[in-house]
C-alpha cells in the first residue's frame, strides 16, 4: 500500500502533481518543475521529506557502536548537534545506504537515512546493535521540511522564538539545534540539504507539520517537488542511493572517498569499522570501476541506462538530466578505472562526445568553470 506523508493533502490544495517514489505518494511538482529549480537557485523553496527516517539511538556504547557501524569516523563528532554525512557498509564494502549522523550527546545520536531502504536500514541497525546494547528507536511520528535557497535560512528565521532565531542564526554548517517557533512548538532545525543550497532541514512534530508548512507559505516560501530536488541536488553532484550507488558499489566507486576514515590514531588498534578490509584493497590497488561528471554539450538530455564508450571499455549513465542553471546536459556515469580517453554516450545508436568535469556541476548557484 502506497504511504502517505501527513502533508498529502496540503499537497494536492496546492495542485501538485503526486507520483509513487520509493512506496510513498509525494509531489513531483506544483507546476512547473524548472520554475520550481529557480526558485530554489535564487530565492527559497521547501520540500516535504517526511519520508525520510528518523532513527534514534541511546545507550552508553553509542559511539563505539558508530565506530563499527560506519565508513567515516563519528569521533570527528566532538561537539553537541554537530553532524556527520557517511557511508553504512556491509561486508563486502557495498553501501547499504548513506546517512546523516547527529550528536546529540554521549548517549544519544540520531540517524536520517532514505525512505526507499527504511525497513532493511531498521533491520541492519537493530542486528548491529544488540551487542553493543544500544536502543533503536525508529521514529515515524517526526515529519521532516527542507527548506533551501539564498534567503532560506532568513525566512525560517523570522517564525522562530526571539532566543532561538539568535541561536539558529550562528549555527554554521552541518550543526543542529533544538530550537522553538513563536507559539513554541518544538524544532529540530539542521543546517543542512540536498541542493547545493544553504537552508535547514527542520524535523517537527506530525502533529505539527502541517501548521509549519502552513508558516512557510505566509513567509512567503514557495513549494518544489521531487522533479526539481533531483535536479538541484545532481547539478550540486549529491549522489542518489539506489540510482548512483547500492550495496554492489563501494564509497571508492562512487566519488565518495572522502566520506571514508583509515587514517587512525598510530598508537591506537585500527577502527574495525564493517567493510573495512576491502576498502583498504581498493586504496592500495584502486577501485575497478570510478564515477565521473559528464557534459553534453550537443542537444539531447543524458539519461540513466545509456551506454557510455570509453578507451577502457563500457560503462553507463547513473543519473542524467537536463540542467536547467547551466542549459545542458549533465550526468553521473561509471566507467572503468583509468584514463577513459575520448569518452561518447550511445544515444538511439549514435555516439555522441560528451566531455569529462569535476562536480559539483553548480556551486551556490553559479556554474562552476569549464562547464
Not at 89 to 99: A, R
Not at 301 to 316: A, I, K, S, W, Y
Amino acid at each position: 500500500m502506497t504511504q502517505k506523508t501527513i502533508l498529502n493533502d496540503a499537497h494536492r490544495a496546492l495542485g501538485a502533481k503526486m507520483v509513487d517514489f520509493g512506496g510513498w505518494d509525494m509531489p513531483l511538482h506544483y507546476g512547473s518543475q524548472v520554475e520550481e529549480h529557480h526558485l530554489v537557485r535564487r530565492d527559497a523553496g521547501m520540500f516535504d521529506v517526511s519520508h525520510m527516517t528518523v532513527v534514534d539511538l541511546r545507550g552508553a556504547r553509542v559511539r563505539d557502536f558508530l565506530r563499527m557501524l560506519v565508513a567515516n569516523s563519528v569521533d570527528k563528532l566532538k561537539v553537541p548537534g554537530k553532524a556527520l554525512y557517511t557511508c553504512m557498509l556491509n561486508d563486502s564494502g557495498g553501501v547499504i545506504d548513506d546517512l546523516i549522523i547527529y550528536y546529540l550527546s554521549e548517549d544519544f545520536f540520531r540517524l536520517v537515512v532514505n525512505a526507499a531502504t527504511r525497513e532493511k536500514d531498521v533491520a541492519w541497525i537493530t542486528q548491529q546493535a544488540a551487542p553493543f546494547a544500544v536502543d533503536v528507536s525508529e521514529r515515524p511520528e517526526l515529519s521532516m521540511i527542507a527548506v533551501q535557497g539564498p534567503t532560506a535560512r532568513e525566512r525560517v528565521l523570522g517564525l522562530l522564538a526571539h532566543d532561538a532565531a539568535a541561536a539558529a542564526k550562528k549555527i554554521g554548517k552541518f550543526v543542529a539545534i533544538e530550537a522553538a517557533m513563536r507559539d513554541g512548538t518544538p524544532l529540530f532545525i539542521a543546517r543542512t540539504g540536498y541542493t547545493g543550497e544553504d537552508g535547514f532541514e527542520i524535523i517537527v512534530h506530525e502533529d505539527k507539520a502541517v501548521a509549519l508548512w502552513n508558516a512557510l507559505l505566509a513567509a512567503g516560501v514557495k513549494p518544489a517537488g521531487l522533479g526539481a530536488r533531483d535536479t538541484l541536488r545532481l547539478e550540486a553532484g549529491m549522489n542518489l542511493y539506489g540510482q548512483d550507488m547500492d550495496d554492489t558499489v563501494s564509497p571508492y566507486e562512487a566519488a565518495l572517498a572522502w566520506t571514508v576514515a583509515l587514517d587512525d590514531d598510530p598508537d591506537a588498534k585500527p577502527r574495525a569499522f564493517t567493510g573495512r578490509s576491502v576498502l583498504e584493497q581498493q586504496k592500495a590497488a584502486g577501485a575497478p570501476r570510478q564515477m565521473v561528471g559528464l557534459v553534453m554539450d550537443e542537444k539531447g538530455v543524458l539519461r540513466h541506462g545509456q551506454t557510455v564508450l570509453t578507451g577502457n571499455g563500457d560503462g553507463e549513465i547513473l543519473s542524467g538530466t537536463f540542467s536547467p542553471t547551466l542549459g545542458k546536459a549533465i550526468a553521473f556515469a561509471r566507467i572503468p578505472a583509468g584514463e577513459p580517453g575520448m569518452v561518447r554516450v550511445d544515444i538511439r545508436g549514435k555516439e555522441v562526445p560528451v566531455r569529462l568535469v569535476k562536480f559539483p556541476f553548480v556551486r551556490d548557484g553559479k556554474p562552476q568553470d569549464g562547464m
